[in-house]
């Protein structure tokens, strides 16, 4: 039999950084350790758990001294809860480390530096989420259900009653929600709910493994009469999410371009309502199209960025890969009034150079891609020359590869960049990224 390995002895240590996901950074021994919770600057006792070959992980015991930037996070189980990773750090450090992110990835990976560095974009801090996939377990031990985020260092629901970056009503109804599956009797055939809030109607998506029985479709209809909430199930896919009983329909108004935009429950949409507002509005100043420009807009989605920048210029022409999308964004240019956007269905991560849209002629393009990037559109970007190209990005990394690759490789100057903090109190870097033609 092994002999238990004796616990880490508590070690003093200066945090000198943060990393990408929010953790203190130190050094041990001469080696990079990773401390939760922990803030630069701070002198903390910790613990070393895990040691691994090129770092190891710390936890955070005390804090012998205290940086002037941590506050008291608002949330009771933060720090068990994996929503936020930074509540116990000011929303002026948290901002500061999200540029110095964007900065580090540019100079890195890029090789680049804009010329002109973008004041961070701002929103509320809390209670600002308005599109979420929330877990759900029924836990025996507890003998009942949790609904909310993953534990921050487990594969568990974190046990929660309110959440503080959930906007209303959900952040409320947490408890309320728990104790509904609770009562159905297909509660542990229930893993998640899906969470899409308008701007005049709330709807809740239960990924359902059974069917309800006929008094648990009555229970979901009830909860939903009574906090106002409509109910949807999804049984299968994405395509078999339903409506349980009455509902309304789900929009959300833009004040640049006075649009309203009208969506499902599992589109996506900007999580940040009102920052997604003040980022439309900057992108398109930036793009400065008039009425004599065309625009190409890559990722176009549902419309957020098209239907704003067609009441500027002459002609705009969105291109997404998700034909449900697509639909939706026609659907809205038609009840917006708005002719002069083209929309067109297109697998944006192969070369599209032969595809009828790219054969247009456009002063101005606009890209949002996902996570991994718009490597693909690259040679498409620089073979129409637009004399401007706004960038969105939700990954300082890959925007900085395409950032290098737009600069060195396809003649263009990054005219200036700055984050945009869709996500507070996590580590998330967003930002936007301005190109003109070299």
């Not at 010329?115 to 009942?144: H, S």
């Not at 009574?226 to 409506?243: I, R, S």
């Not at 980022?279 to 990722?299: F, I």
């Amino acid at each position: 039999m092994k002999p238990a390995r004796a616990a880490a002895a508590p070690e003093s240590v200066e945090i000198t950084g943060l990393s990408h996901d929010g953790r203190g950074i130190a050094r041990l021994a001469g080696k990079t350790a990773f401390v939760p919770g922990a803030l630069p600057g701070e002198q903390v006792t910790v613990e070393r758990r895990n040691r691994r070959g090129s770092f190891d992980e710390a936890t955070l015991l005390s804090v012998e001294r205290a940086s002037a930037e941590r506050v008291v996070p608002r949330c009771s189980a933060y720090g068990t809860c994996g929503g936020c990773a930074l509540q116990h750090a000011s929303p002026a450090l948290q901002r500061a480390a999200k540029h110095q992110a964007l900065v580090d990835e540019l100079g890195r990976i890029g090789k680049v530096t804009p010329a002109q560095w973008l004041a961070p974009l701002t929103g509320p801090e809390f209670n600002y989420r308005r599109r979420a996939r929330l877990g759900v377990k029924y836990v025996a031990k507890k003998g009942r259900v949790l609904v909310g985020f993953r534990e921050r260092a487990a594969p568990y629901v974190a046990d929660v009653s309110v959440c503080e970056v959930l906007a209303p009503p959900v952040a409320t109804l947490i408890e309320p929600l728990a104790a509904l599956i609770g009562s159905l009797s297909i509660r542990e055939r229930i893993p998640q709910v899906e969470v899409a809030i308008a701007d005049a109607a709330t709807a809740l998506v239960f990924r359902n493994l059974d069917a309800p029985s006929a008094a648990d479709s009555e229970a979901l209809l009830a909860f939903g009469a009574t906090h106002g909430v409509d109910v949807w199930l999804q049984p299968g896919g994405l395509a078999t999410a339903a409506p349980l009983g009455p509902h309304r329909p789900l929009t959300y108004r833009l004040a640049e371009g006075e649009v309203t935009l009208t969506f499902q429950p599992l589109d996506f949409i900007q999580v940040n309502g009102a920052l997604n507002d003040r980022m439309v509005a900057q992108a398109l100043d930036w793009l400065a199209a008039g009425p004599a420009d065309a625009v190409l807009d890559l990722y176009c989605g549902l419309g957020n960025f098209t239907l704003p920048i067609a009441r500027r210029a002459g002609r705009v022409h969105g291109v997404e890969g998700e034909a449900g999308l697509i639909e939706r964004a026609r659907a809205n240019a038609s009840a917006n009034g708005i002719d002069n956007a083209r929309f067109s269905v297109a697998d944006l991560s192969k070369d599209c150079r032969d595809l009828p849209f790219a054969r247009e002629a456009y002063q101005r393009v606009l890209l949002d891609p996902p996570r991994v990037g718009a490597r693909e559109m690259l040679p498409l970007i620089a073979a129409l020359g637009p004399a401007r190209v706004v960038y969105i990005s939700c990954h300082p990394g890959s925007l900085a590869r395409d950032a290098g690759l737009l600069v060195h490789e396809h003649g263009f100057r990054l005219l200036a960049a700055g984050i945009m903090d869709m996500f507070p109190h996590t580590a998330h870097v967003e930002s936007m990224a301005v190109f003109e033609r070299g």
